[in-house]
C-alpha cells in the first residue's frame, strides 16, 4: 500500500506492424496524472485510448518514450495499479469470493488480513451475499461489481479502468458510475478511465483527455471543475460534456 | 432449489431413464417371440431365456465373476497407464511451444493409423499375452487423452492470461490457479473418452491376442462350440460394462466441474 504517486507518460509513441506494414497507434503523447485524481479518456474507437491504458497496466511493453509512476519506470505489471477490463474476465471455476482473492494471491497479507479486505471489498461493491456463487449466476453489472471489488482488494493506489461499464445496460451502466464515484472518493486513490462514453467521462472525471485517432494524440485536455458528489443534471457539467462531445465529432464526423 | 423443485426434477429424470427402456424392451420381446415361434434358425439366434439360463450357469460355476473381473482388470489397468501417459504427453505439448513443434506433428500422423492396425507390431514386440494386451488397451486410452489436455491447455483465455499477469502469478500459481482448471473439462472429456475406448481396446485385445479370462474369451468359446447363448451373454455383459463406465464418467464428470454453466 503504497502512497498515491504521480503518473507521467512522456513522449510516449506506439505502432504496430502489419504485414510489413507500420500502423502508427500512439504518437508522442504525453501527460501527467496527479495523486489522488479521477481522469477519464475519451475517444473514437481507434484513437488509441485503451492501448495507452494497457502500456499504464505494463500488459504491454513495447513502445517509445517513458511511463513513470512516481520515480519507477513501469516495466511489467505491479499490483499496485489494480486493472478492470470492459469483461468482467472472472475466472468461471471460483466463486466470487475466490475471484475477488485472486488479488491477493501475491499480497504480503497474512490469512485474517486477506479475508478481512476480501469481505470488505465485496461490500464496498454490493455484493454481500453472493459471496459463494459463481459468475455464471450473477447479471454483467453484479459480475463487473466483483471485478471492480478484486482490482481494488490489495488496495492498489491505481486503479485502471478500460471501459468497464461499456457492455452493461443503461440503467445499469449509470448505477455503477455512481457507486464508481463514491468508492473513489471513499478510497482516495487515482482512478484512470477509458471509455467512449462522453457523459460518462465528463461525470465522473477531474480531467477529461479527448484523443483523436489516426495516429492516436491528446486532441484537448478538459478540466471539470465541479466538486463531487455530482449531480448529473448540473448545467456545468452539460455544457461541458456538449463542449467535449463537439470536440470528438470535429474530428471524426463520419461517426 | 426448493423441495417440489427437486422432487420434479428426479421425476423428470425418472421418467427420462423409463423411457430410455422402452425400445430395449421391445427389442427383447420382438427376440423372444422370434426365436419362440422359431421364425429364424435358433442355432444361430439363441432365446432371451437360453441366454439368462446360460448367465445362470455360469454364474454358478463361478465363471462369469472370474471373467468379468479378468476383463475390468485388464481395462483398468491399461485405461491407467494409457491416460496417465497421455497426460504428461499432452501437457507437454501444450505448456512447452518447443515439444509442440518437435512432437505435434509426429504425433498428429502417428494417430491417424487406425488403433487396431498396431497389433501385429505390438504382438512382435510384447508377446501375444497379458502385457501386450494392456500396452494395446493403455494405447488406445492414450490418444484421446493426449488430443483433449492438448486442446484444453491451448484454450485458456488470452483475457484470462492477462489477469494473471496483472496480479503478477508466478508460473506455478498460473499453472495452479488459471491453466489447470481452464483444462479441466477438457482433460475430463479425453478421460471419458479414453474410457470407453480402454473398454473397446479390452474386448479387441482379448480377441485378436492369446486367449485367456474375460469376456472376449467367453464369446471365443462360445463361437467355437457354437453355443450362441454364451456368445449374446459376452455381447450383452459387454454392453453393460460400458454403459456402466460411462454413466459413472459422466458422474465424476458434472459432479468436478459443477462451476460450469448448466444446459438445460
Known sequence: MSQSAVIDIRDVSKQYTVKNEVLPVLERLSLTINPGEFLSIVGASGCGKSTLLRLLVGLDREYQGEIRVGDQQVTGTSLDRGIVFQEHRLFPWLTIEQNVGLGLENSPWGEDKKKQAIKEHIELVGLTGFESAYPHQLSGGMAQRAAIARGLVNRPSILLLDEPFGALDALTRSRLQGELQNIWQREKITMILVTHDVDEAVYLGDRVVVMQPRPGRIRKVVAVDVPHPRDRSDPSLKALTEEVRAEILHVSPSN | ?264
Do not use: C
Not at chain 2, 493409423?113 to 500396452?135: M, R, T, Y
Not at chain 2, 492414450?142 to 484470462?160: K, L, Q, T
Open chain 2, 1 to 264: 432449489m426448493s423441495a417440489s423443485a427437486a422432487s420434479s426434477a428426479a421425476s423428470l429424470s425418472t421418467a427420462r431413464f423409463l423411457r430410455g427402456l422402452v425400445v430395449p424392451l421391445i427389442a427383447l420381446l420382438a427376440w423372444e417371440l422370434i426365436t419362440h415361434y422359431k421364425l429364424a434358425n435358433v442355432h444361430l439366434l439363441a432365446s432371451p431365456s437360453a441366454v439368462l439360463k446360460n448367465l445362470t450357469f455360469q454364474i454358478e460355476e463361478g465363471e462369469l465373476f472370474s471373467q468379468l473381473l479378468a476383463s475390468l482388470r485388464r481395462d483398468l489397468t491399461g485405461f491407467l497407464l494409457g491416460s496417465f501417459a497421455g497426460v504428461l504427453f499432452g501437457s507437454a505439448l501444450g505448456l512447452w511451444r518447443i515439444a509442440d513443434r518437435l512432437l505435434g506433428p509426429s504425433f498428429d500422423a502417428a494417430k491417424q493409423v487406425a488403433v487396431f492396425a498396431w497389433i501385429p507390431l505390438i504382438s512382435v514386440w510384447f508377446g501375444n499375452a497379458e502385457p501386450a494386451k494392456i500396452v494395446f488397451i493403455a494405447l488406445a486410452a492414450f490418444y484421446p487423452v493426449v488430443v483433449n489436455v492438448h486442446e484444453g491447455i491451448r484454450s485458456v483465455s488470452r483475457e484470462h492470461v492477462e489477469v494473471a499477469r496483472a496480479f503478477r502469478f508466478s508460473r506455478l500459481q498460473t499453472f495452479k490457479k488459471l491453466i489447470l482448471p481452464a483444462a479441466l473439462p477438457s482433460i475430463f472429456s479425453g478421460l471419458h473418452l479414453a474410457l470407453i475406448y480402454s473398454w473397446l481396446g479390452t474386448l479387441g485385445a482379448e480377441y485378436l491376442l492369446a486367449p485367456a479370462p474375460g469376456i472376449g474369451n467367453l464369446m471365443i468359446e462360445g463361437r467355437e462350440s457354437l453355443a450362441m447363448d454364451k456368445v449374446l451373454l459376452g455381447v450383452i455383459l459387454a454392453g453393460l460394462v460400458g454403459f456402466s463406465l460411462n454413466s459413472v464418467a459422466t458422474r465424476a464428470e458434472s459432479y468436478f466441474l459443477r462451476w460450469r454453466v448448466r444446459n438445460a
